[in-house]
T-cell receptor, first 116, second 117 residues
Framework: AQKITQTQPGMFVQEKEAVTLDCTYD???????LFWYKQPSSGEMIFLIY??????QNATEGRYSLNFQKARKSANLVISASQLGDSAMYFC?????????????FGTGTRLTIIP | GAVVSQHPSRVICKSGTSVKIECRSL??????MFWYRQFPKQSLMLMAT?????????EQGVEKDKFLINHASLTLSTLTVTSAHPEDSSFYIC?????????????FGEGSWLTVV
């Protein structure tokens, strides 16, 4: 079974609009972490935002915010006021396990294209 | 910020030869390093997790004898693709967990493009 599910293979969004990228996860581990990364065509993984399973508030980092709904096991990324430079692949990832036996696995990604 | 350096960034090797990719944490100690493989337009597939001083834990379907992972020190892990074949051509990327810190302390290298001809 998929641990991380991203149901949107591609999205087209008008510049300056907000965009929500979906991510659902599956784990029985009470302690886990959720990450969002941006990957441009160069291949590097750019960290965007992190949410710990015990964090009470939704994470925010500038124009990025994470809509964490623990009971629904979803961790959607919201990008406000999208820019042309936001066009890239976006991956949701989940960290499970503890020191020494942790694992970081990725969803299939969403290709976001910002339209001028 | 924490930096992970991966070398080489691009490598071309002949079929049947072995190639080594290094993943080095430059300004922190990494107890755990993760190795991923990514085919074009696909996601990152976790190949193995290595903890300093112990054997790597490989994901199901990853050949241990073909993809040798060594994590001999707290700042260096290596991936050796042995007897490489054209189907091993891919983007390989590592990430490192900072020692003693939890949460958002996993840092990625720049990745290595391997082409086997």
């Amino acid at each position: 079974a998929q641990k991380i599910t991203q149901t949107q293979p591609g999205m087209f969004v008008q510049e300056k609009e907000a965009v929500t990228l979906d991510c659902t996860y599956d784990t029985s581990d009470p302690s886990y972490g959720l990450f969002w990364y941006k990957q441009p065509s160069s291949g590097e993984m750019i960290f965007l935002i992190y949410q710990g399973s015990y964090d009470q508030q939704n994470a925010t980092e500038g124009r990025y915010s994470l809509n964490f709904q623990k009971a629904r096991k979803s961790a959607n990324l919201v990008i406000s006021a999208s820019q042309l430079g936001d066009s890239a692949m976006y991956f949701c990832a989940m960290r499970e396990g503890d020191f020494g036996n942790e694992k970081l696995t990725f969803g299939t990604g969403t290709r976001l294209t910002i339209i001028p | 910020g924490a930096v992970v350096s991966q070398h080489p960034s691009r490598v071309i090797c002949k079929s049947g030869t072995s190639v080594k990719i290094e993943c080095r944490s430059l300004d922190f100690q990494a107890t755990t390093m993760f190795w991923y493989r990514q085919f074009p337009k696909q996601s990152l597939m976790l190949m193995a997790t290595s903890n300093e001083g112990s054997k790597a834990t490989y994901e199901q379907g990853v050949e241990k004898d073909k993809f040798l992972i060594n994590h001999a020190s707290l700042t260096l892990s290596t991936l050796t693709v042995t007897s490489a074949h054209p189907e091993d051509s891919s983007f390989y990327i590592c990430s490192a967990r900072e020692r003693g810190r939890w949460g958002n302390t996993i840092y990625f290298g720049e990745g290595s493009w391997l082409t086997v001809v």
